[in-house]
């Protein structure tokens, strides 16, 4: 079965523009929560998606936005990038209501902003 | 979610047995203890969860006393490849939002 797949894996943006990315749950995985990582604060969540339905939200300003298909595939937009935004972005995907915290992360997005 | 308190970092050799604590004081009835893997530059990796006593699998084994406020993560006979970051959580079911702590730097020597 494959497993998680994000896209882009590495990406460089300027300040200002807004970035997408993507990823693929594995089949038949309807929830997907994505999360970021940076070396001064460690790994923090973003949001968690099931059925095409934000469940939860982390502690982050408006520009980071996602979504979530009818075929579970997700996407994270951040928009008017900041030097800050660098980082690492992983989504994590599991079968859906009750689990109990056994997620299958995806290799990330690395985030570059100059 | 409760807080999880682990050491920052251990060194252990080739072929030795590790185990990492993790303190809990503030579990819920509902929380289960759930273990990560992380390698540089990758996402994190499930190991086991547990609820109480002792669960193992091929990979570790995970003990937690009866009062839940603490548990151990045991890797058997670590090798280099076991060179990583470990993450203990406390996690609810239907609930995915994740709180991550530092985590454990492990580094296995020849």
């Known amino acids: 079965k494959a497993g998680v797949t994000q896209t882009p894996r590495y990406l460089i943006k300027t300040r200002g523009q807004q970035v997408t990315l993507s990823c693929s749950p594995i089949s038949g995985h309807r929830s997907v929560s994505w999360y970021q990582q940076t070396p001064g604060q460690g790994l923090q969540f973003l949001f968690e998606y099931f059925s095409e339905t934000q469940r939860n939200k982390g502690n982050f300003p408006g520009r980071f936005s996602g979504r979530q298909f009818s075929n579970s595939r997700s996407e994270m937009n951040v928009s008017t990038l900041e030097l800050g935004d660098s980082a690492l972005y992983l989504c994590?995907?599991?079968?859906?209501?009750?689990?109990?915290?056994?997620?299958?992360f995806g290799e990330g997005s690395r985030l570059t902003v100059l | 979610l409760a807080k999880t308190t682990q050491p920052i970092s251990m060194d252990s050799y080739e072929g030795q047995e590790v185990n990492i604590t993790c303190s809990h004081n503030?579990?819920?009835?509902?929380?289960?203890i759930t273990w990560y893997q992380q390698f540089p530059s990758q996402g994190p990796r499930f190991i086991i969860q547990?609820?109480?006593t002792k669960v193992t699998n091929e990979v570790a084994s995970l003990f937690i006393p009866a009062d839940r406020k603490s548990s151990t993560l045991s890797l058997p006979r670590v090798s280099l490849s076991d060179t990583a970051v470990y993450y203990c959580?406390?996690?609810?079911?239907?609930?995915?939002?994740?709180?991550f702590g530092a985590g454990t730097r492990l580094a296995v020597h020849p």
């Open positions: 994590a995907s599991s079968p859906g209501l009750g689990d109990t915290g056994e997620l299958f």
């Open positions: 503030n579990i819920a009835t509902n929380d289960y």
């Open positions: 959580l406390a996690t609810s079911g239907g609930y995915n939002k994740l709180i």
């Open positions: 547990g609820y109480k």
